[in-house]
T-cell receptor
Framework: DAKTTQPTSMDCAEGRAANLPCNHSTISGNEYVYWYRQIHSQGPQYIIHGLKNNETNEMASLIITEDRKSSTLILPHATLRDTAVYYCIVVIQGAQKLVFGQGTRLTINP | DAGVIQSPRHEVTEMGQEVTLRCKPISGHNSLFWYRQTMMRGLELLIYFNNNVPIDDSGMPEDRFSAKMPNASFSTLKIQPSEPRDSAVYFC?????????????FGSGTQLSVL
């Protein structure tokens, strides 16, 4: 699977959009980008995933650059409950397992 | 659905004792994963099962660790004998089939402390 690079930590004000970047410059054409998050003391939680097109669901939006070498997870109106570690993971088609990196620790400030 | 259910929530034991962690996946899910999380190493995949069959146990640290899935609704992770370095949070997760195009649903974890 392609390696991902994320900032170690980020801060965002409550009510503002939180934009979490992820670099995956070695991604190949059949690899998906997944985002999970882990709120303190809980198990990881699926957020969203995509291949080429931008995706949106009730939790977030995923913007993938045209060359697919990077992506951004957007939490449109961050709340204090969005404080968590966010993991960007690249998964090859047909993969059987999910490997987590170190993620980005996002802190939402009041 | 109650989600992935793990027990116990917390386990404190002494070095050398046997520890058994339990997991009930979401009904209808065919893939089950055991992860371990520590501050130093983050989230590590230990083993995963498809249709009750272990597929990849390369993440299992050593022979002291074993995992079973006797049926589609139950799995155990056993450590015998336990050591202080096994102290960690152990998560179980399940999905309908594999990970590609699927969501993994995680349990609340078992906090293991080996004294």
């Amino acid at each position: 699977d392609a390696k991902t690079t994320q900032p170690t930590s980020m801060d965002c004000a409550e009510g503002r959009a939180a934009n979490l970047p992820c670099n995956h410059s070695t991604i190949s054409g059949n690899e998906y980008v997944y985002w999970y998050r882990q709120i303190h003391s809980q198990g990881p939680q699926y957020i969203i995933h995509g291949l080429k097109n931008n995706e949106t669901n009730e939790m977030a939006s995923l913007i993938i650059t045209e060359d697919r070498k990077s992506s951004t997870l957007i939490l449109p109106h961050a709340t204090l409950r969005d404080t968590a570690v966010y993991y960007c993971i690249v998964v090859i088609q047909g993969a059987q397992k999910l490997v987590f990196g170190q993620g980005t620790r996002l802190t939402i400030n009041p | 659905d109650a989600g992935v259910i793990q027990s116990p929530r917390h386990e404190v034991t002494e070095m050398g004792q046997e520890v058994t962690l339990r997991c009930k996946p979401i009904s209808g899910h065919n893939s089950l994963f055991w992860y371990r999380q520590t501050m130093m190493r983050g989230l590590e995949l230990l083993i995963y099962f498809n249709n009750n069959v272990p597929i990849d146990d390369s993440g299992m640290p050593e022979d002291r660790f074993s995992a079973k899935m006797p049926n589609a609704s139950f799995s155990t992770l056993k450590i015998q004998p336990s050591e202080p370095r096994d102290s960690a949070v152990y998560f179980c997760a399940s999905s309908r089939q594999g990970v590609q195009g699927e969501k993994l649903f995680f349990g609340s974890g078992t906090q293991l402390s080996v004294l």
